[in-house]
């Protein structure tokens, strides 16, 4: 994806209030590394290609999605995301 694009995406998501974008490591966001099952990593690839935005990005959206609806009390409730596996389920072209 180019850097353009990507950074068009991200404005259109932080106008909505849906993250704070994600840029060089400060006090306010970390870096980390994940491995994942290559058909995991693929399915991760298109679907973020459908949305239009980088792979890092749906996973680091994923991941504090995750961690928000875990710990709730620990975060404002800017980001609500639904992801029952059968909404995710649902997304997929079969």
């Not at 970390?30 to 890092?56: D, F, H």
Request: negative net charge; proline residues 6%.
């Amino acid at each position: 994806m180019h850097k353009d694009k990507e950074d068009e995406q991200s404005a259109k998501m932080q106008s909505k209030g849906a993250f704070e974008p994600m840029g060089k490591p400060s006090d306010t966001t970390k870096r980390t590394t994940i491995t994942l099952p290559a058909n995991v990593y693929e399915g991760l690839e298109q679907w973020a290609e459908s949305e239009g935005r980088a792979t890092a990005s749906l996973a680091a959206f994923l991941v504090e999605a995750c961690v928000r609806s875990k710990f709730p009390k620990d975060f404002s409730p800017q980001l609500s995301v639904n992801l029952t596996p059968a909404t995710v389920e649902g997304d997929r072209d079969e």
